[in-house]
């Protein structure tokens, strides 16, 4: 089982769960709206070799929610002094969604801190078109996967409705221990998510500025394509291609949480990667 820490930064409290069993530095980083336990599966399957560190994002789960400041030079910046922290120099990055664009950007930043990177059905790579930056914020308050933040009248209101949603389809104990730990009874009395409209908006807005891709990078990465996920047509993937000089996808099954609807198949695909660029 994971451990639970906290990383005091002067700015900020970073939570984390640690599996400290193997030697090799793996780093796991969440969606949004997510925690760090939508990883306790793939954790838990690869404790025995790796030194597993699963943050909770500024803005996300047990970390500190502060109201602005949520650019990617922001959270790079918490993945660092968390890395210091462990006396780590490098580590395998698996990444899953908004984070994918983060990952990209940091291999290009500091190289060397990315022995590889793990991309899972990640999103906006590209810049935003002006014209989306104006229809966006409107859109992303009706994304089904944030339905989940509430506010709901009470916890049962709240579970019906998670169990509605992609990332919890089939409702298995995995599935309903992370939806448990990333929410909460708000002072108001009703429930909503740990994850704050403030880091919603803020995280909107980095990733419709920031390009994902300004030049070709070398990290061995794989591209985790589900088969129900987001990236489905060769035109999403193409800038992939494109950029990461030393790429390879692979399908697996489910929909944009693999590791959450079909966690074994997702977790050898992980294994057997990572195996490969140890």
């Known amino acids: 089982m994971p451990v639970r820490q906290t990383l005091s930064k002067p700015d900020i409290q970073l939570s984390y769960l640690e599996w400290n069993q193997g030697q090799e530095p793996l780093l796991l980083l969440h969606g949004l709206g997510d925690h760090a336990l939508v990883w306790s599966s793939l954790g838990d399957y690869l404790a025995a070799d790796y ?77 935003m078109p002006s014209l989306l930056r104006v229809t966006f914020p409107t859109l992303y308050r009706f994304l089904p996967f944030l339905k989940s933040m509430g506010p709901f009248a009470s916890y049962e209101e ?21 939806f448990q730990a990333g929410i909460e009874q708000k002072p108001d009395g009703s429930w909503g998510s740990k994850f704050t409209i403030a880091a919603r908006d803020g995280i909107f807005e980095a990733v419709m500025q920031v390009p994902g891709f300004t030049i070709p990078l070398e990290t061995p990465a794989l591209f985790v394509q589900p088969k129900q996920g987001l ?42 990667f990572l195996a490969e660029n140890r």
Not at 158 to 178: D, F, H, I, N, R
Not at 233 to 261: A, D, E, S
């Open 51 to 127: 030194h597993i560190v699963a943050p909770d994002m500024r803005g996300h789960g047990q970390s500190s929610k502060p109201e602005i400041d949520y650019s990617f030079e922001s959270a790079i910046a918490d993945l660092e002094a968390l890395m210091d922290h462990l006396g780590w120099t490098f580590a395998h990055i698996v990444s899953h969604s908004w984070t994918g664009k983060l990952a990209a950007i940091w291999a290009r930043e500091n190289p060397k801190r990315l022995r590889s990177i793990i991309l899972v059905d990640p999103i906006f790579i590209w810049k």
């Open 158 to 178: 709240a579970e019906q409705q998670a169990q509605q949603l992609k990332q919890y389809q089939g409702w298995s104990s995995l599935q309903q221990q992370v």
């Open 231 to 272: 990236n489905r047509q060769n035109w999403q993937i193409q800038p992939y291609k494109t950029h990461l000089k030393n790429l390879r996808i692979c399908q697996v099954p489910g929909n944009h949480w693999p590791f959450l609807t079909q966690p074994e198949a997702f977790n050898q695909t992980v294994a057997a």
